[in-house]
């Protein structure tokens, strides 16, 4: 049985040929390449995440392998914890990169888990579904998941916005949550070279209301980049590129090759029966 339920009532969402449809008849048709959209109507036809731009940058250049490391990482850091029956959401999943590492991993041995990825971006769950992966994909806000409570053995958040009291409902009784933070040092280099006056991430304390702080994990590495595209494809990928002018930009156009830091900490929580507070944020991508 699916963990999704209706975004107009709440109601569990059951397979009715070729939607999901809930008791009271509100229907979610299931896109050609195999996700929902689980967006109620009110969102319109506006934008909603990352942009096709964005999306296709982290794309090409994730798929050449430079944050092969981190996926890793973050694989052992899920099955660490994962046992035979478990349900995993990925709450703001991209375009699939690591959803799809993960479910990988578990068919590959002995685990078998139910695995679920949501993102507000439709073109986002779109690429994702393309992967045909076996994780069950939908568009939706990790402010309002439109998931059944304390139905979620594991939640992965990456680089996501962070919504305390959602996480905690969807997640059972100590229900684990994994969340992946850039630390202070990533792309630093990058942004030595954008800005005159670079500066490094602020990574808040780990405590979060609601949640028992488990552990951490540093995962640093130098990469070598050595084509155009592919320096231009991490700029577009990150908020910088959004958020500098045309001077700063163009300081990359003519760049031949490019060392920086990868820097990132994952972090892992257990769901405590304290209250949660939705005031919580993580540091810069």
């Not at 490391?69 to 699939?96: H, M, Q, S, W």
């Not at 030595?192 to 405590?207: A, C, F, G, M, R």
Request: aromatic share 10%; net charge positive; charged share 25%.
């Amino acid at each position: 049985m699916s963990i999704f339920t209706c975004s107009v009532c709440g109601e569990t969402l059951g397979v009715l040929g070729k939607s999901l449809v809930c008791p009271q008849r509100h229907s979610f048709d299931t896109a050609k390449s195999g996700y929902v959209n689980l967006l109620l109507s009110k969102h319109g036809t506006a934008v909603h995440g990352d942009n096709k731009l964005m999306l296709k940058a982290r794309r090409d250049f994730l798929e050449k392998g430079y944050y092969a490391p981190l996926r890793a990482e973050v694989c052992k850091a899920v099955v660490k914890y994962a046992e035979n029956g478990f349900t995993i959401l990925d709450a703001g999943c991209g375009e699939g990169y690591y959803t799809s590492a993960i479910k990988a991993k578990f068919d590959k041995s002995d685990i078998a888990v139910d695995m679920y990825g949501i993102d507000i971006s439709k073109e986002a769950v779109d690429m994702a579904s393309k992967r045909r992966s076996g994780v069950r994909f939908a568009a939706a806000s990790v402010f309002n998941i439109p998931v059944r409570s304390e139905s979620c053995d594991i939640l992965l958040t990456m680089f996501a916005p962070f919504c305390g009291e959602e996480y905690s409902r969807v997640l059972k009784e100590s229900g684990i949550m994994v969340m992946v933070i850039p630390s202070e040092n990533h792309l630093w280099e990058l942004k030595s070279l954008i800005y005159d006056t670079p500066y490094k991430n602020e990574v808040k304390p780990y405590s979060l209301q609601g949640f028992e702080f488990i552990g951490s994990e540093r995962v640093n590495f130098l990469m070598r980049i050595n084509e155009k595209n592919d320096i231009q494809s991490l700029f577009s990928m990150t908020p910088y590129y959004y958020k500098s002018g045309r001077v700063e930009q163009q300081r990359l156009v003519s760049l031949e090759s490019l060392e920086t830091q990868s820097d990132f900490e994952i972090l892992t929580y257990k769901k405590s029966r304290s209250s949660i507070s939705a005031d919580n944020s993580f540091g810069k991508k």
